[in-house]
């Protein structure tokens, strides 16, 4: 269900009073299946680090990550009097690849899909990862009811490819943590699992989060120029664990 964003959300002292988060199981991170990376589909630049950028950095020094970025995220500001949508894709590219290389994945290990940010083709999207999946690969995305058009499409997608290869889905939930609400019936919290972060994985989330200028720090001072994810949103992602919901 397609959810507004707007608003301040559930405040960030809310989800860190809630105490089922350490009743969840923790997802055993060495449970990867080494001769096949897990792959990050992240459907705009910045996801996949927002996300789950704590797990790719604890995997960088074994069998590490691939990540798959869906859009260019050039509709983050459509009405923006500094940048176009074209400069925006290619500065939201460049913040990719450096905030990926602090999480220690490879230039190589990322692909950038191309497709319209909005208007995700989910036929098209599924083929393209069914072809990169194969049996017990981690498929990593977002959660299918996150809220934003473009995770569920993703999510879906991804769903489908894994149901065809038989590839493990994980969805990580990235918007919901702002409409959400603790023990909220609408979200899957019974198939929740903690990755417990390192405090060295904790520090390259941060460092890699901080490349993303263009959406954590306004573009100019117009109102359409607003930083997308202000101190308030990215409180949620800083937490010492990440969250993902298994089949």
Do not use: N
Not at 12 to 32: C, F, I, N, S
Not at 163 to 178: D, I, K
């Amino acid at each position: 269900m397609v959810r507004p964003i707007v608003g301040a959300g559930t405040d960030e002292r809310t989800w860190r009073a809630w105490p089922a988060p350490a009743t969840w199981p923790a997802l055993a991170v060495d449970g990867r299946t080494p001769t096949a990376p897990p792959l990050v589909v992240a459907p705009h630049p910045d996801d996949e680090v927002l996300g789950v950028g704590g797990l790719v950095a604890m995997l960088g020094g074994g069998a590490g990550a691939e990540i798959a970025v869906v859009t260019d995220g050039e509709a983050s500001h459509p009405r923006s009097t500094v940048h176009s949508p074209v400069e925006l894709a290619a500065i939201r590219r460049a913040e990719t690849a450096t905030a990926c290389g602090l999480l220690g994945v490879a230039p190589a290990a990322i692909a950038h899909l191309g497709h319209p940010d909005g208007a995700v083709d989910g036929t098209a999207l599924t083929d393209a990862l069914t072809a990169r999946l194969t049996p017990g690969r981690w498929c990593v995305t977002t959660w299918r009811g996150d809220g934003h058009p473009d995770h569920e499409a993703v999510g879906r997608a991804a769903a489908v490819a894994c149901r065809r290869t038989g590839a493990t889905l994980l969805e990580f939930p990235v918007w919901t943590w702002h409409w959400a609400e603790p023990d909220d019936p609408e979200v899957p919290w019974h198939r929740a699992r903690r990755i417990d972060l390192t405090e060295a994985a904790r520090s390259a989330k941060r460092e890699a989060i901080d490349a993303f200028h263009s959406q954590i720090r306004p573009l100019g001072p117009a109102p359409a120029d607003a930083a997308i994810l202000p101190p308030h949103v990215l409180a949620r992602f800083a937490r010492p664990y990440e969250t993902v919901f298994v089949p």
